[in-house]
């Protein structure tokens, strides 16, 4: 068994967090696991890509190009910028929120959101975009888009940890005052992604 | 056992107070940082020493006083930061230690965060130490134990290298006891401790024996490790994390060569290399930076007059620059394979790949890959997102109010190691220079020497000012320099994880009772003109920059303001829709990442840290202050 989760975000969404937890779930199922992250300089605000690898007889942490069951993305163009990560047939879950980076606004670069959502619906079937943005909103906080997201990501079929797992690990991961908001992030994701599963 | 979820950097740190370590002392860097943070963090429950030391130099040589008394210590930095400890470095391995000494080095092949590729494991063999190269976190836990044993069974340092991709990986990593230090160290005085060139002779003696010895003890070491497949010519020798990379990229390509894993690539052990010559006829050797393998396999092959054909850098196979991974490595190792002698090239590529490796599907499972490979993803034009100054950063304040002041007058900055070389980003085009760690002071201060009629004005970080800008300063004052010194003190170590440093009311594990005061030793080093100033209020700030850059002579401006990413918002900025004329003054001076455009009109998002510093650009007083109490 291996199950390799690309997670493609902007610095400060909780990507890091996530690979993390969904590490800590398989260690829990006693897989073997590796997570790595590739960051840029800044604190904030740069690209995001966290690899993260569950099963037996692992190597690396980096995951080859074409090979990630799951392409899990926080937000929509860095979803994109990671396709390249995807296998044929693998399953995108990704927020279709934006984080606009300054270069946009000082028309260096342009965000074409249209273009990049159809990027993404061309490359696999089985894609999941969420508005997580907003889910994450009702959850209580804007920070909860990760979580969320793992929501959704709990709904899919064949994955080597059990759900409750995952959902005990995160909420051992946040701070205390925040668990009930991560709950309900993650339930509103689940419930999400419940209804991608029933439409196929 | 127990297993953890450990980042390469945390496991150095458990496998170090596993060792019983009394002393760790390092100045932050990436990708080395959470070595010290994590043994800082656990330095009270274990009853050991732990510090930010103020630059590499003295963290090395804090870490040998305590390995002098028969303590274990450790020190660490990334791979620039020791070639600011490099003097102390270069006399320890003569002088040698008591007490183990470790010191852990992160290289940064790629380069993900630094401003070299430098190979410390060619650093190792230039000092003549011996260096273990990580390939996981478990590994390199491992290693760190071994290394304590190793240090002092021969008296010398002994380096730990692991790369980005071993430092910043997690992994499962399973958990031993604990060890506390002793206590009773004692420095036991000893003409040996003084390094007298007469000593300095023997000692080199001493040296060079120990590699040969080295070299013979590493051949028995876990962490080198064979695999023969007497079936096939081919050997694959890798070191450190690229291990993980050619057994991956064999498993893909169904291939079984010979392999022989390197943990110790400083001296080579001659024994696993001598057996790989005798099954092997080619050798393909991958590592990540310079051939330090390589190039000692290569020796190695000529003196025992081995017929082997060796692959590798020498012959371009595998690149010096940028990180390796699975798919540079299959590349690698198929194009190795491809290139055989001509009467192998004879006969069918299929009966080819059989007779050499002795396992089939190779070729079908190569192109298969190859295939996958070749399918190229239409992407659409994507948003460009390079690191940028955090909304809020009281770094974009200083360099607008310096710009505002300096660009009539052909003003130039240098610039030093930080977050705020991140002011070289458009639209603020501030710093134009950054070489290393204090030199944006000391730059200036030679550029001032040959442009005089123009200004110079050098930016540093606090921490770097600690770090080595005092010197500069010192010999600013001194030389009668011309200059504008800004410290940016914005309070901490912002761009490696927020260490503190000594102007901090706080160490590595407790409180700082004494914070030393950075304007106090500007003016102690004879600086007359000193103003500190808040960067978010402009006013002030243009006109601190005015005066300093009009004074004749060293001049120091501190912008002193807390890191953003350290305080609270209590109040955020909103446009004025009714006011905004949409001139986009703000957005294009600035640059932040909070501002955006909406249609016509410019709007601040919720990572606004309510600086107020686009409050001020406003010519419309457009832009105003809500509350989020």
Known sequence: ?200 | MEKRLLMGNEAIAWGAVEAGVAVAAAYPGTPSSEVVETLAHLAPEYGFHAEWSVNEKVALEVASGAAYTGARALAAMKQVGLNVAADPLMSLAYIGIKGGLVLVVADDPGPHSSQTEQDTRKFAAFAKLPVFDPSSPQEAKEMVKAAFVLSEEFHLPVILRPTTRTAHMAQDVAMETANLPTRDYRFEKDPKWVIFPSLSYKKHILLNQAQKDLAEKFSHSPFNHLVLNPESSEGIVASGVSYNYVMEACETLSIHPSILKIGTPYPLPSQPVLDLFAHCARILVVEEQEPVVEDQLIQMAWKEEAKIEVSGKQDGRVPREGELNVDKVIAIIKAFLRQREPKDLAQPPHARVQSILGTMETTEAASAVEAAHEHSFELPPLPLRTPVLCAGCPHRASFYAFKEVGRRQDAVFTGDIGCYTLGTIPPLDMLDTCLCMGAGVTQAIGMSKVEPGRKHVAFIGDSTFFHSGIPGMINAVYNQADITIVILDNRTTAMTGHQPHPGLERTATGPNPKPIDIQGIVKACGVEFVREVDPYDLKAMKEAAREAMAYKGTAVVIAKRECVALVKPEVKYVVDPKTCTGCELCLKKLGCPAMAKDKTLVVIQDNCSGCGVCAQVCPQNAVREVSLR
């Not at chain 1, 799951?70 to 044929?88: C, D, Q, V």
């Open chain 1, 1 to 200: 068994m291996k199950l390799d989760i690309v997670i493609a975000g902007v610095g400060g969404q909780g990507s890091v967090l996530a690979s993390r937890v969904l590490a800590q779930a398989g260690m829990a199922a006693g897989w073997e696991v590796r997570t790595t992250e590739t960051i840029g300089m800044a604190q904030r605000e740069g690209s995001v890509v966290s690899h993260v690898r569950i099963g037996s007889q692992l190597y690396g942490a980096l995951v080859p190009d074409q090979q990630a069951d799951i392409l899990f993305g926080l937000e929509l163009a860095e979803t994109a910028r990671a396709l390249m990560k995807l296998k044929p047939g693998g399953v995108i879950i990704a927020n279709q929120g934006k984080v606009v980076p300054a270069s946009v606004s000082l028309g260096l670069s342009v965000y074409a959101e249209e273009p990049i959502r159809e990027s993404l619906c061309r490359t696999t079937k089985r894609v999941m975009l969420v508005d997580a943005d907003a889910l994450a909103m009702e959850a209580g906080s804007s920070k909860t888009v990760n979580v969320v997201l793992l929501g959704v990501l709990s709904a899919l079929a064949g994955l080597p940890f059990r759900r409750d797992d995952l959902l005990q690990v995160i909420l051992e991961s946040v701070p205390k005052k925040a668990v009930a908001m991560n709950q309900e992030a993650f339930e509103r994701g689940r419930k999400i992604g419940v209804t991608f599963h029933d439409r196929k």
